[in-house]
């Protein structure tokens, strides 16, 4: 795990409070959870139930706001800055970056490629595990935006290029290549040139008719193998007393996985 310098920043969390009222013959929600983060220490931090006095917002535990109600204050973590970055284009989810990591099981010794930017939230996590991260973006607006976040979270090992993937990866003995590019078989052969035999392909796509391009080439390439292609489906569930069901808002599709190896 690559050691970050987080900006200074707290959470503030309010646990949420349920009555039973006799007329109504039911619960209510009387206080509503709330998760709130705090960046600014120079003032009194506003909420619904009340303030937050300046000189409480440094303290770790529990705190008071005006109207008397408790909260509970702590030091953000890594995924609580992460969560807040700055977007540019659509970001690859923690479920879809998670299983990656998982698939290719990079890790402190590893050396990544990785591209679009876009606004970096798979190049920050890359980092986040691995040793160095190359990460291409042909936008420069894009590229600016993951910068500022990599900046944001402290990390110095990421180099951020403005380059395109499909002309030339420059690096060599890649351990992982991860593509989200709209055509990812065009990137194929700087792939295979930059990746050591062994290391792994990824290419992350929202459409299908892509990832079947992407595999095809792939397929059609001798140092290639598909392994597979696959879609992380998440369903977060409702759990409140006995009504425990799928949550009725959810997202279904992010994007499809498909994974090779350079042999
Ligand atoms: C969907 S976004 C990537 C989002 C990123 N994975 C994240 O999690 O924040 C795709 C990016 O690829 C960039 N792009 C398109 N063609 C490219 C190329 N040939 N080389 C590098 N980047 C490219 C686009 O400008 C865009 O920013």
């Known amino acids: 795990m690559t050691k ?6 707290k959470i503030l969390i309010q646990k949420g409070k349920k009555q039973y009222f ?8 009387i206080v509503k959870e709330s998760r709130l983060y705090i960046s600014d220490f120079s003032r009194d931090f506003s909420t619904k139930y009340g303030t937050i006095k300046k000189a409480d917002l440094k303290k770790t535990g529990t705190v008071k706001s005006s109207q008397d109600k408790e909260f509970r204050i702590f030091d953000a973590s890594f995924i609580d800055v992460y ?11 923690l479920k879809d970056i998670g299983y990656i990591l998982g698939q290719t099981g990079v890790g402190s010794d590893s050396i990544v490629v990785e591209g679009g930017s876009g606004s970096g939230a798979l190049a920050l996590m890359l980092a986040r595990c691995c040793k160095k991260v190359y990460s ?8 600016a935006i993951a910068k500022e976040n990599a900046k944001t ?16 990866i420059s690096e060599k003995d890649v351990d992982l290549v991860c593509m989200d590019l709209p055509a990812p078989w065009e990137a194929l052969n700087s792939a295979s040139k930059a990746m050591k035999q062994g290391g792994f392909i990824v290419s992350y796509s929202p459409t299908i008719v892509q990832t079947s391009d992407f595999v095809n080439a792939m397929r059609e390439m001798p140092d290639f193998v598909h392994l597979k292609t696959v879609e992380v489906i998440e369903r977060e569930w409702e759990v409140d007393k006995r009504k ?20």
Do not use: C
């Not at 969560?83 to 989810?93: H, L």
């Not at 291409?136 to 590229?143: A, I, S």
């Not at 990390?155 to 395109?164: L, Q």
């Not at 599709?253 to 498909?258: K, N, P």
């Open 4 to 9: 970050t310098t987080l900006p200074k920043a």
């Open 22 to 29: 006799e007329d109504l013959g039911r619960e209510v929600s």
């Open 83 to 93: 969560r807040r970055i700055k977007r540019a284009p659509q970001i690859i989810p």
């Open 136 to 143: 291409y973006e042909v936008e420069p607006e894009h590229l």
């Open 153 to 168: 979270l402290g990390f110095r090992n990421i180099v951020f290029k403005n380059k395109s993937m499909y002309d030339s």
């Open 244 to 263: 425990v069901r799928p949550k009725s808002k959810t997202t279904i599709h992010s994007g499809f996985i498909t994974l090779g190896r350079k042999i």
